[in-house]
């Protein structure tokens, strides 16, 4: 596969999986077309379906003739597609292989839990399920503090795997925040993820896709028909 053939990414704007595809594309400054599937839930394009076929989700990686689908499938495929420049992942195996593991809590563990919370039937289930999603963002902070040995980020001084898949739940958070009252990101408990969330938003390889807050709690509104 030549890294000058063509390359399409489709996505959906509000989707925090092509969050970490449009990420790590422009972190190894690769030229793409963008495709974005609006209403990817409802309405699914002909060329998504066909590109991926067994799960029919955002995002898909076209590059060449071949589609490369979920999204940290598609970051690792990017690091190693365009390897010349700075690398995403660890150089190390133990590190690779402690950045995907964690990388799997973020999508196993605090993901659940995110909608557990927005999913809860009362007040007894929610106040349950917000328990277990402070306790899996507190042990991101204890990973965060051993992964970036002081540092600003996951990766260390660069944004890296890890960050580009933990940065897909700071729009869920700041919604669920918004909807419950409950603030689960706090200084006492998270520190470090507060101040790498605020550097993860800023980022110039983040900030050009990343939906505002704002953003975020108006696409659940009209989601969830909620005033």
Known sequence: MAQNDTVKLIGCWSSPYALRARVALH?????YEYLDEPDVLNSKSELLLKSNPIFKKVPVLIHGDV?????LNIIQYVDEAW????PILPSHPY?????????????DKIFAALDAVGGAKDD?????????LMECLATLEEAFQK???????FGGENI????????TILGPVSVIEAFSGVKFLRQETTPGLIQWAEKFRAHEAVKPYM??????IAFAKKKFNVE
């Not at 890296?160 to 940065?167: K, P, R, S, T, Y």
């Open 95 to 107: 590190d690779r292989a402690n950045a995907r593991f964690w990388a799997l809590f973020v999508d």
């Open 27 to 31: 972190l190894k400054s690769v030229k």
């Open 160 to 167: 890296g795997f890890l960050d580009i898949a933990c940065g």
């Open 147 to 153: 992964s970036s040995k002081g540092l600003s980020f």
């Open 211 to 216: 939906p505002t807050v704002e953003e975020f």
């Open 83 to 86: 390897s010349s420049d700075i």
């Open 124 to 132: 007894q289930g929610r106040m349950a399920a917000a328990g277990k």
């Open 67 to 71: 589609s490369i689908c979920e999204s």
